[in-house]
């Protein structure tokens, strides 16, 4: 028998459909509208899943990039940490999805920093990117940001957003209330009418979470509507100070953020991506090409009595790479001709770099024959290259 | 964020096309090198001018 009509809502609940008849499906999400204007998600690895530099670093004291893709650290002066790429095995992150978390853990304690010091871990985000939440106009979006954490310590955090383009700011805190427990937490943050993020490849906003600071970020107060970017108010509510003691430790994991005010209750689910499509996100910011010994880069030419190039065809990057490696003694080499092999004393991007092609020449190199191929590759257990172009 | 490195340019075909930050050798004797293109977007060259602003020069090429 044909259907001319569609039970869809007892199809949904699981109830036996009724024969053309019962109630057609009106609604995508439970509160009617599909809640997203983007199909991915707005940040990358939220679920800290992508960590191609390492899954752990130890004796940290500075700022940048250190371990899962996108995430970034500004320390300055107040203490040592070491970064993990924590898995979860249990735990109310686990129990949602998340099988990776950024963990921090203070190795050399400062309880008493000085006024300018600071400790926040965060992301920097492409203005392009960012243009769904309307910024500068009338019809200007809020933003809410949600994200599961832990720490030994319980108390206030405070996270900032930073538009770098206007430097100005708008804030949130969220409440560690039980030590050793992952608590999910959401962040409404106000729609801000100034200030346009600029529509480029260039950083516009940062989101900090403020781990610990000195006098100079805590005198002011937590800017719940945008105002002018104030330092004495980017730590004003936040007293977890994650450096005073070695004992103490944070993580945080499942972080997304959405275009639009949500609670608890109509918060939309993490977008899970495979790891795949999480990578090639990532790539465009940051992309690792060898660590370890005998390790192919490419393809090479001697093109020249002492010189030797070598072509990288690479994902598009996000402007034009740094090429970021470890050298030393015969660290890097090109082999090829008769089976010799030549070391390269150090690595240089060409004039001629694209974000999607990057040329690479040698320092200087000896016993090839110019004009003949090569290959490039790796010659000693330490060494690493990678190309960066992050914000 | 440049501290005790040494920071030079890369000449190309007589321009100057990219710039050497070498930093100081580990224990090992092994060492962090970057070569940052001479690009507007990249951020690792933004910090070099700033770095320059602050005082700083770079070091011609070889």
Redesign the interface.
């Known amino acids: 028998m044909a259907l001319s009509k569609i039970d869809v809502a007892n199809m949904l609940t699981g109830a036996t459909p009724v024969a053309n008849g019962g109630t057609a499906l009106t609604s995508g999400f439970q509160n009617g509208v599909d809640p997203r204007p983007s199909t991915v998600p707005i940040i990358q690895n939220g679920d800290m899943a992508v960590s191609q530099r390492a899954t752990s670093v130890t004796g940290i004291t ?2 940048g990039y250190k371990l899962c893709d996108r995430w970034y650290e500004y320390l300055s002066s107040l203490g040592t940490y070491t970064f993990a790429q924590e898995a979860q095995t249990s735990g109310n992150a686990f129990n949602n999805g998340f099988r990776t978390a950024f963990r921090i853990d203070c190795t050399t304690a400062d309880a008493s920093p000085s006024a300018s010091d600071e400790f926040w871990w965060g992301i920097k985000l492409e203005g392009q990117d960012l243009q769904m939440f309307k910024k500068g106009s009338s019809n200007a979006e809020k933003f809410t940001l949600a994200f599961w954490v832990k720490s030994n310590k319980t108390g206030v955090g405070q996270v900032n957003f930073r538009d770098t383009d206007n430097s100005r700011m708008c804030s949130g805190t969220y409440t560690i209330s039980s030590a050793n427990t992952w608590e999910h937490k959401i962040i409404n943050i106000a729609a801000d009418t100034t200030g346009a993020f600029t529509n480029d ?3 516009s906003l940062q989101i900090q979470w403020y781990l610990d600071s000195g006098s100079n970020y805590e005198g002011g107060a937590t800017p719940t509507a945008w105002e002018a970017d104030s330092a004495g108010d980017r730590n004003a509510s936040g007293n977890l100070n994650i450096g005073d003691n070695t004992a103490n430790d944070w993580s945080i994991t499942g972080i997304q953020l959405e275009v639009g005010e949500f609670t608890s209750s109509t918060l939309p689910p993490f977008q899970h991506e495979s790891y795949g499509e999480n990578l090639l996100r990532c790539q465009r910011y940051f992309q690792h090409i060898v660590s370890g010994n005998h390790k192919l880069i490419s393809y090479a030419h001697w093109a020249s009595s002492s010189q030797i190039t070598f072509i990288l065809n690479i994902l598009e990057m ?12 015969d ?1 890097w080499a090109i082999g090829g001709s008769s089976g010799s092999t030549n070391t390269i004393d ?6 001629y ?1 694209t974000n999607k092609c990057v040329g ?2 040698s320092g200087t190199a000896a016993g090839g024959t110019t004009g003949y191929a090569y290959y490039g590759f790796s010659d ?1 257990a ?1 060494a690493r290259l990678a190309l ?4 | 964020m440049f501290e005790g490195c040494t920071i030079k340019y890369n000449k190309q075909d007589g321009v100057n096309v990219s710039i050497q930050v070498i930093y100081p050798d580990n224990s090992n004797g092994s060492h962090r090198e970057m070569s940052v293109p001479i690009a507007e977007g990249n951020t690792d060259y933004q910090a070099i001018l700033e770095w320059v602003a602050d005082g700083n020069t770079i070091q011609e090429a070889d």
Do not use: F, K
């Not at chain 1, 150090?346 to 004039?351: E, T």
């Open positions: 500075d700022d490849n260039a950083e996000r402007a034009v790479p740094t090429i970021d490696y470890d050298n030393g003694n660290y150090s690595l240089i991007i060409d004039g770099s690479l020449y000693n330490s960066v172009s992050e914000l």
